[in-house]
């Protein structure tokens, strides 16, 4: 009994406490740049609106003719 309360602790912890970070670069064919980027605590409601709010900003991106770039890709400025 005491392990399974352990390893509940854990995962409540683990679940509740936390950092997320998410950026990506998007460029157009005129070179242009747009940078999404979202960082923040990542728990089990924030996480999920942290990484909402990320996507909505590539979908616009990419709905205004954007496209994801490897970091390989970009060039330093």
Not at 16 to 36: F, P, R, S
Not at 41 to 64: D, P, T, V
Request: aromatic content about 6%; overall charge positive.
């Amino acid at each position: 009994m005491q392990i399974k309360n352990i390893i509940l602790a854990i995962f409540i912890v683990t679940v509740l406490v936390g950092c997320a970070h998410y950026k990506t670069t998007l460029i157009n064919a005129q070179g242009e740049k747009v940078i999404c980027e979202a960082n923040g605590k990542s728990g089990a409601i924030s996480g999920y609106h942290l990484r909402q709010g990320f996507e909505a900003c590539i979908n616009a991106a990419k709905a205004q003719g954007f496209k994801e770039v490897s970091p390989m890709n970009l060039k330093p400025e």
